[in-house]
């Protein structure tokens, strides 16, 4: 069995930051891909960043040059550093994660979310 664990939502104001962290527990083998997702109210879930093992990110077009990506592959960690936030970030953010269990075995992982909110 593997969870992952999210933490550092809350409210703030535009223009702040504001740094996510996620962690990996369980019977992990590998992590190929650690990653953000975000969901608005009303609106469909939405990439917001991800980060292979190897070091290749990928950021939504909404957050580039704002968000960044970074992990601890020894501590099973993904971390989301956001600047400059804008009340169109709020959302309710998602950990994702590709693990494996074994070397044939992978699993698509979610964390339970965390709320992040922007005011204006």
């Known amino acids: 069995q593997v969870q992952l664990v999210e933490s550092g939502g809350g409210l703030v104001q535009a223009g702040g930051s504001l740094r996510l962290s996620c962690v990996a527990s369980g019977s992990i083998f590998s992590i190929p891909s650690m990653g953000w997702y975000r969901q608005a109210p009303g609106k469909q879930r939405e990439l917001v960043a991800v980060l292979t093992s190897s070091g290749s990110t990928k950021y939504g077009d909404s957050v580039k040059g704002r968000f960044t990506i970074s992990r601890d592959n020894a501590k099973n960690m993904v971390y989301l550093q956001m600047s400059s936030l804008k009340p169109e970030d709020t959302a309710v953010y998602y950990c994702?994660?590709?693990?494996?269990?074994?070397?044939?075995?992978?699993?698509?992982?979610w964390g339970q979310g965390t709320q992040v909110t922007v005011s204006s």
């Open positions: 994702n994660a590709a693990i494996r269990v074994g070397v044939w075995e992978e699993y698509d992982t």
